[in-house]
């Protein structure tokens, strides 16, 4: 899985995680009282970068499930937390990563799992 362009899946999904992560440590800890929601949901989107990641890096069908299944989950998120900035912003003080589909990350939020869903699709297709 983590061959070919899924090398570049691996390296986004790293650097997202890293980002996202980097971003909600320093959120929560520092101004949390400002945006909680917004900050939480860039949490919780860090660990499901890390958790594809992972899936990704280790291999195997159960792991390949395990990131396919993520994806979906990232896709759902990127897709309802974008929706909601938009719909009613003033729930929202300051961005997420999945605000606005991801606009401030150039919509890398939102490609990204589709992506890495073909991706899956097609590895797990090429090993049978």
Known sequence: MGKGPGTLLVTLYGIFTVGAASRSIVQLTTRFEEAPLAYVLSAVAALVYAFITLSLVRGGEKARR????CCCVELLGVLT??????????AFPDATVWSDYGMGYLFIPVILPVT???WL???RAAAH
């Not at 395990?66 to 299944?69: D, E, P, S, T, V």
């Not at 937390?81 to 003033?90: D, F, I, K, Q, Y």
């Open 66 to 69: 395990a990131a396919l299944g």
């Open 81 to 90: 937390v974008g929706t909601w900035t938009l719909v009613e912003p003033s």
């Open 116 to 118: 890495g869903m073909l």
């Open 121 to 123: 699709r097609r590895s």
